[in-house]
């Protein structure tokens, strides 16, 4: 395959090696710094080859290991005709917003020929997350996992696995993802939905001229497994299942859960699932597969990627089958899979979830039709909270309010919908126009509050499942329902024992969502649908968390080498 070098250049600089790295222990200086080269590389997928955006060659780019208590610094250098932003999903980044990475909100994005260094600690977490580009739609390919080991001498709360893996889910385009966009951009409409599903960059033997396009695994008879599951599609939600295997759910965006055992996983964009896998079948090669799951009448890409399970001196001309996976629309499995996530709550890992409430904040999802005198069709989609379509602003966020700089933002954002409406009732149309003003509006959160939040979707056009992402914070998933939140019925059902912690939810379609946290971490933080598409059109917000009683509880100064607008 030939490679070009005129694009993107991220460099992760490395004082250690990989196994090096992981032989350190808590009480030495662990500082790790990886070496990336993120660059264009001509990949082959179902009989096409394209360019795209790699790192270090790599699609999927590499794997990040670290140990709690590490400090990563993270040298980017971009060589690229995109600018370029890199989001580290799920890290908490307490008090240091700056290294957090999505475009214009943190940080204003790495310019062609610029470098930032992202440097940041792991500080109370381990598990599986995963790092991604955070501008446009880039993302389709710079992305990777990280795995955060617990410290040295400190196991895991269920069975030492005898092997770990990570298997990334993702989505592949045969043409440009970012002409793509603009195409769709011009014309007000969707882009093409993908042409395939992935698991660790490749489709699997199920499309035409992908046979050797397909990731294996090799385990032997009687071992137990780890699979570090992510999900970086960019707008599927999807289930994933091995043939003849049971699962067992240890960890969801690396936190532990309560064990218990499924055929299939639900994992939405943005998510992670750790599961444990023994080889207890007849020794053979195994299908495992992942399909789209969407109960709602949208256009997706419906095709299944596959990949391998194959046990130790087993030929590969043996051939596997595939699972039985719920099918598209069974969103009685998807509820089912859900309610089943509990946090483990030990007394090693409790769940600390916030019984008093400060603030009571009720955001409604909406999806809509705007004018657009630039659009072929006169129209574009658009996509709100609380009927506000989010203004991307040209410097970034966190910058403006460190700093006080008038005029880059609003702090009004409304804590409730300014209509009362049947959110959910069928049917609706898109009469409730979007709120689009020349500045992005924020909602202030006093430092050290705790807020409950109700996501709620609506009707407007169609109810969909929105997975939400809430950057600089993990939450805990006190309830959700079908239909329009009770504010007096639905709290007594709250659990406030050992709800699912995680930095990832998925709103269910035409239902709701209520989670809580602790605003224990000062900045400006971003929340939006982990659906590109919905970003796109405007989904997301930003909460400014105030400051601290002292320094030590306040946003860190920025660093020297912060990209300028």
Request: glycine share 8%; proline share 8%; net charge neutral.
């Amino acid at each position: 395959m030939g490679v070009e070098h005129d694009n993107i250049h991220i460099r992760l600089l490395l004082f250690c090696t990989i196994l090096g790295c992981l032989a350190t222990t808590p009480a030495m200086a662990a500082l790790k710094k990886y070496q990336f080269d993120v660059q264009v590389k001509t990949v082959s997928r179902l009989c096409h080859a394209k360019p795209i955006v790699t790192v270090n060659g790599m699609f999927p780019g590499p794997t990040i290991y670290v140990r709690e208590g590490d400090r990563l610094q993270i040298n980017v250098t971009n060589y690229a005709q995109y600018n370029m932003s890199v989001h580290w999903h799920g890290l908490k980044q307490y008090r240091n917003g700056w290294a957090d990475g999505p475009a214009y909100i943190t940080q204003c994005p790495v310019q062609t020929g610029q470098s930032y260094t992202y440097d940041f600690n792991v500080t109370g977490q381990r598990g599986t997350l995963w790092w991604h580009a955070h501008i446009s739609w880039l993302r389709a390919t710079v992305y990777g996992a990280i795995v955060i080991l617990p410290q040295q001498g400190t196991p895991y709360p269920f069975p030492q696995p005898d092997f770990e893996f990570e298997l990334v889910l993702g989505e592949w385009w045969n043409t440009d993802v970012e002409e793509d966009v603009k195409q769709g951009n011009k014309l007000g409409l969707p882009p093409k939905t993908s042409d395939a599903h992935t698991i660790n960059g490749k489709p699997g033997p199920l499309f035409p001229c992908s046979e050797k396009h397909t990731n294996a695994i090799e385990v032997e008879q009687g071992k137990t497994y780890l699979l570090r599951i992510v999900n970086a599609a960019l707008n599927d939600e999807l289930f994933f299942a091995i043939d003849g295997h049971k699962m067992t759910v240890v960890e969801i965006d690396a936190v532990y859960t309560k064990p218990f055992s499924t055929e299939t996983i639900l994992i939405a964009p943005g998510q992670t699932t750790n599961v444990l896998v023994r080889a207890n079948q007849l020794p053979g090669r195994y299908f495992m597969a992942a399909r789209p799951f969407m109960d709602a009448p949208i256009s997706i890409d419906n095709k299944t990627a596959a990949a391998i399970l194959q046990y130790k001196g087993i030929p590969n001309f043996v051939l596997p089958t595939l699972p039985q996976l719920p099918s598209l629309n069974n969103t009685a499995y998807a509820l089912s899979y859900n309610a089943k996530l509990r946090s483990l709550n030990s007394k090693q890992f409790p769940a600390a979830v916030p019984r008093k409430v400060d603030r009571r904040l009720f955001y409604t999802i909406g999806l809509g039709v705007n004018p657009c005198e630039d659009c072929l069709n006169g129209t574009q989609m658009a996509a709100s909270l609380n009927n506000i379509t989010f203004v991307m602003p040209k410097i970034g966020l966190l910058q403006a309010h460190y700093y006080n700089l008038k005029g880059v933002f609003k702090m009004d954002f409304p804590d409730r919908p300014p209509t009362v409406f049947n959110y959910t009732g069928a049917p609706l149309t898109a009469n409730l126009k979007t709120s689009v003003s020349g500045q992005p509006r924020l909602s202030k959160i006093a430092f050290n509050s705790t807020v409950e939040l109700v996501l709620q979707d609506t009707n407007l056009l169609s109810v969909e499942s929105h997975p939400f992402h809430l950057h600089g914070y993990n939450f805990f998933v006190v309830g959700s329902g079908i239909g329009n939140f009770d504010p007096v019925k639905d709290p007594a059902k709250y659990n406030l024992v050992d709800p699912p912690e995680r930095n990832t939810v998925g709103v269910p379609t035409g239902g709701w969502t209520a989670i809580r946290f602790r605003a224990d971490n000062p900045g400006v933080w971003f929340m939006h649908c982990h659906l590109e598409l919905h970003t796109g059109w405007g989904l997301k917000m930003a909460f400014v968390v105030e400051n601290g009683p002292d320094k030590d509880h306040s946003i860190r100064p920025p660093p020297k080498d912060l990209p300028p607008c």
